[in-house]
């Protein structure tokens, strides 16, 4: 079956650096997003890797292995703002294509 | 329109009436997604349209869930027989091209069953 694992809660202090995990166990992979959730609002886009290696956008980094089926998040210079779900999303291209999330994981970023 | 648009926003109802969502989306986005989202949960995945193709239902929990896309354009999402277990919120997401790419989500119909 198709299996995306992410922790379910982490907590950082304002102004640090913090790395969300993601490992998946999937067939057909055609790449990986990040999306943002605050709370009762809907997900935006982060990030996307399909290539191994580090992408990196501001304040926000993503970095895919898919031979290791692994992927992190790096946020730095954590703001109150980046208070919010983290979602781990798998492209999947199994015949046709559909995109399947992970559990998400909910930062608390703390003074 | 600028963005997925969904509607209800906010829809209660009674345990064994039929509900209808509806999402509008991006114009010109082939692909489009119902997903899941109960409280503090991640997102369900329930049902894929991709262009022209016969949709992915793969993730529809039972034959209650349906949904259509018409025209390639608008989708309804359909409940019949709703049970307590059906709340939570729906997202419809849309996307450029059917072959996987950044999703743009609406602001979800939150779904209460008493």
């Known amino acids: 079956g198709q299996n995306i694992d992410q922790p379910t809660e982490m907590t950082a202090t304002e102004g640090a650096i913090v790395q969300i995990n993601c490992t998946y166990q999937?067939?057909?992979?055609?790449?990986l997003f990040w999306y943002q959730q605050h709370a009762g609002e809907a997900p935006t886009f982060l990030s996307y890797n399909v290539l191994d290696g580090l992408e990196e956008k501001g304040r926000f980094s993503s970095f895919l292995s898919r031979s290791k089926g692994y992927s992190y998040l790096l946020l730095k210079e954590l703001q109150m703002k980046d208070s919010a779900s983290y979602l781990c999303a798998v492209s999947l291209n199994t015949g046709g294509f559909k995109t399947i999330f992970g559990a998400g994981t909910r930062l608390f970023v703390k003074a | 329109g600028a963005g997925v648009s969904q509607s209800p926003s906010n829809k209660v109802t009674e345990k064994g009436k039929d509900v209808e969502l509806r999402c509008d989306p991006i114009s010109g986005h082939t692909a489009l997604y119902w997903y899941r989202q109960s409280l503090g949960q991640g997102l369900e995945f329930l049902i894929y349209f991709q262009g022209n193709s016969a949709p992915d239902k793969s993730g529809l929990p039972s034959d209650r869930f349906s949904a259509e896309r018409t025209g390639g354009s608008v989708s309804t999402l359909t409940i019949q027989r709703t049970q307590q277990e059906d709340s939570a919120v729906y997202l419809c997401?849309?996307?450029?091209?059917?072959?996987?790419?950044?999703?743009?989500f609406g602001e979800g119909s939150r779904l209460t069953v008493l």
């Open positions: 999937t067939s057909g992979f055609n790449g």
């Open positions: 997401a849309s996307s450029l091209n059917i072959g996987g790419g950044e999703l743009f």
